[in-house]
């Protein structure tokens, strides 16, 4: 590429967006104000007010939306950002310089949320030591800010379509969460974007379609969780407009595991669209996640010993960039299917994330004991518990769960010595038939 060799240095760190503009139309100079938008980036949490020094500056704003640049003044301000007026999420002093240009990000899940104050103010410096604002007529810069909390290091691609990431170096490598990378000079025109895991090609977010990146245009990007413990989601904007200019573009991926709570006897393979996609998934078995495209898929059951002959056909819609867990049971001429939607954020310091699903048909409703003290109850055959955070250790604790029938004392199942590690996110199935079921323990992270 033609591209101007030149070095744009990080001030600090970067970016978040707003469904709906243009990544690069109308570029120019920064607002001479000093100015602040706000992105919310926690996916699991109502939407949120922010205020500035105890007055209301937003409210209303759901998660992957943004403001634009909004006047505020210089010197040292309280920042605080509650899930609608109630709980605060965010609370802390920043300081802000005169003429500047911010964007606070508030992101991670919503029971342990962090902010980042971002300057978006650009500073460039050729190779010739001159000291300009916009990139050369023909380029765009680009930087990016890893916000995906548990993913680990990223590497971005920007590249022409369907280009084939075994024969292509990554436009920027290796960064770890919570860090901005420097300024990347690139010709403008149209890319494709794919965010891979640090030195390998197991790509984490695909755009799909090719982005427009204008001449001249500053531009961040940043990644944040969605829900899966791999996957990302990827926000860009836009820096020198006057208001904030930003599109927030949505995964083309998504991934799922099974769970075979079912009476078939001989396992499981598991069809998506007509492929072949999971085999020999055994009773109380479960796959590894495996990825597939975020929509609306047909999926279909067969028996190892039948091939062909389909015991269940079911749709599943698969959200970007998210994580689901598909349980099957029942006996072979009555499957039934069971789609969660996984919440594999990183859990709070010293908590691990549990859940509890009822996957015999024979057991009507079952309520949880955890270490003797009741926790959900009424949890319907074929349904599932929310999520409760359990206090343990990073090197594990241990738990007595016991099962019982529901508005009794009787327990049809006990589990008494269950390892929960801080950190982690766990699901426990109930499997098989009321006189001998089964507890499966499963890792989801």
Known sequence: MNIRRA??????????????????????????NTTVRVVNLVPNAPPVTFSVDGTV??????????????????????????????????????????????????????????????????????????????????????????LAEGVGNVDLYLTSPGADLAL??????NVSFGITTIYVPLTSGSYEIRLATNG????????????????????????????????????????????????????????????????VGPPLNLFVDGVLTLTNVPFAGVSNYVDTLAQTETLSIESTATPGASLLTFTANFSPSTDSS?????PAGALQSLVLTDNNLPSPTGRARVRFVNASLQLASLDVYVNFVPTFFNILSNSASGYTELVANVTGSTFNIAFNIAGTTTPVLVLPNVTFVAGTTYTVYVVGSASAPQGVVVDDN
Do not use: W
């Not at 243009?22 to 100079?29: E, K, L, P, R």
């Open 57 to 146: 500056l937003v409210s209303g704003l759901a998660f992957e939306q943004q403001t634009l640049y909004l006047d505020t003044t210089e010197g040292q301000h309280e920042f605080k950002v509650t899930d609608g007026g109630n709980s605060t999420l965010v609370d802390e002093t920043v300081a802000l310089a005169n003429g500047q240009a911010y964007t606070f990000i508030v992101y991670g899940p919503q029971d342990a949320a962090s902010g980042q104050l971002l300057v978006d103010t650009p500073i460039a410096i050729a190779q010739d030591g001159t000291v300009v604002t916009i990139p050369d007529a023909g380029t765009f810069a680009i930087r990016l800010a890893n």
């Open 326 to 330: 598909i349980v099957i049971s029942g």
């Open 200 to 263: 390998t090609k197991n790509v984490i977010f695909d755009s799909g379609t090719v982005v427009p990146f204008a001449s001249q245009a500053i531009v961040e990007m940043v990644t944040y969780s969605k829900g899966s413990s791999k996957l990302v989601g990827l926000d860009v904007l836009t820096v020198n407009t006057t208001q904030g200019a930003a599109q927030i573009f949505q995964n083309t991926l998504a991934r799922f595991k099974l769970v075979n709570a079912s009476a």
């Open 168 to 173: 292509t170096a990554p436009t920027i490598i």
């Open 7 to 32: 070095l744009y240095v990080l001030l600090c760190l970067g970016a978040a967006v707003l469904v709906g503009c243009n990544t690069g139309n109308g570029v120019g100079a920064l607002p001479i």
